[in-house]
């Protein structure tokens, strides 16, 4: 896995994160996957294709994802599941819209799906060209994990070489 490519998503992630939730981000673990991602609570997946193609999973533990709704909200709220998967597919839009325009200005082109909610206890599992870096942010709510899988398809348009 290149780090170009997943840079911006982490950068994106510990800005969104830090500003969203009003308090220091810290990476914690950092580990790359090759067997299939188990998630851990909430989740959202969000789905790229184009000159670089892959996926990112945002995951939240559950009580964690429903302390960020709460604090997102400016209120206590009760714990629901639906507004949780909410509140992890906005924090997935906000991440992915920040590193989508990084990537766009280093001349790569690709299509976007909005964030789903991932349900599935396991994910896809890492294929050969394509790992996962699986890491997680230390935040005052708690921890929010962040898969990334991402590899090239062809070429950049900007410099039209092969990569």
Do not use: W
């Amino acid at each position: 896995m290149r780090i170009e490519l997943i840079q911006p998503f982490i950068n994106a992630a510990d800005a969104v994160l830090a500003e969203t939730l009003q308090c220091s981000t810290r990476i914690g673990d950092v580990s790359m996957e090759e067997e299939a991602y188990r998630r851990k609570g909430v989740a959202s997946m969000v789905t790229i294709k184009g000159d670089i193609e892959g996926r990112i999973i945002f995951d939240i533990d559950t009580p964690t994802a429903a302390k960020v709704a709460s604090y997102l909200a400016g209120s206590p709220m009760p714990e629901s599941v639906e507004i949780a998967r909410e509140t992890v597919c906005e924090l997935a839009n906000m991440v992915i819209g920040s590193a989508v325009t990084t990537l766009n200005d280093q001349g790569f082109r690709f299509k976007i799906n909005p964030p789903v909610v991932h349900v599935a206890e396991l994910g896809e599992k890492s294929s050969e060209d394509q790992e996962a870096l699986v890491m997680c942010f230390d935040t005052d709510s708690g921890n929010i994990f962040m898969n990334i899988a991402m590899r090239y398809t062809g070429r950049r348009r900007a410099d039209n070489r092969p990569v």
